[in-house]
């Protein structure tokens, strides 16, 4: 069975910094690409970042772009997201999925929640 | 970036009732189009994907159709385990960004 395992979550003040992470387990890592999805609460699917399985290449959702990092350590079977200067609008649940070839997101995560508020 | 657009945002229904869901992409997408199932509390779940394609495990009620900008998600006889929301997403290309329709909830 497929394991996705977010962590890093918390509370974060305006402007802070935080570090999350998605530990998988049981399939061949670097051979998926890797994302990041977040839902504010009450609210809609939002696609954040994705990385591909060798690290190479990364993309950003516009509203991120500049202040969130994808990145992974495939040796550890890992996924990151460092985020930068949080606003209240990134308050929401962090999910972390993969992909590959045809087939979107066929594993999620359990998600991590982070609020952004003083 | 590609916007998606879902229609209805609500669907009242009743359990046997056949349901269909509209999902409507700003431009050609081909047919990299996925839709999932969330529950309240749980992660999304993939039912389809490349527009038509069942994802393994899910019943054979869910399909899907369309290509280019026009996609449809049918549930063929409504059961009480589908009271939920469905989004769609299109996928077209990894250096552009994904994004989802705005969800449709199917209540009672």
């Known amino acids: 069975e497929v394991h996705l395992v977010e962590s890093g979550g918390g509370l974060v003040q305006p402007g802070g910094s935080l570090r999350l992470s998605c530990a998988a387990s049981t399939f061949t890592f670097n051979n998926y690409w890797m994302s990041w999805v977040r839902q504010a609460p009450g609210k809609g699917l939002e696609w954040v970042a994705h990385?591909?399985?060798?690290?190479?290449?990364?993309h950003y959702a516009d509203s991120v772009k500049g202040r969130f990092t994808i990145s992974r350590d495939n040796a550890d079977n890992s996924l990151f997201l460092q985020m930068k200067y949080l606003g209240v609008d990134d308050t929401a649940v962090y999910y972390c999925?993969?992909?590959?070839?045809?087939?979107?997101?066929?594993?999620w995560g359990q998600g991590t929640l982070v609020t952004v508020s003083s | 970036d590609i916007q998606m657009t879902q229609s209805p945002s609500t669907l009242s229904a009743s359990v046997g009732d056949r349901v269909t869901i509209t999902c409507r992409a700003s431009?050609?997408?081909?047919?990299?189009l996925a839709w999932y199932q969330q529950k309240p509390g749980q992660a999304p779940k993939l039912l389809i994907y490349k527009a038509s394609t069942l994802q393994s495990g899910v019943p054979s009620r869910f399909s899907g159709s369309g290509s280019g900008t026009e996609f449809t998600l049918t549930i063929s006889c409504l059961q009480p385990d589908d009271f939920a929301t469905y989004y769609c997403?299109?996928?077209?290309?990894?250096?552009?960004?994904?994004?989802f329709g705005q969800g449709t909830k199917v209540e009672i």
């Open positions: 999925a993969r992909t590959v070839g045809p087939t979107p997101f066929d594993y």
């Open positions: 997403q299109q996928y077209s290309s990894y250096s552009v960004s994904w994004t």
């Open positions: 431009q050609n997408i081909n047919s990299w």
């Open positions: 990385i591909k399985g060798d690290g190479s290449e990364t």
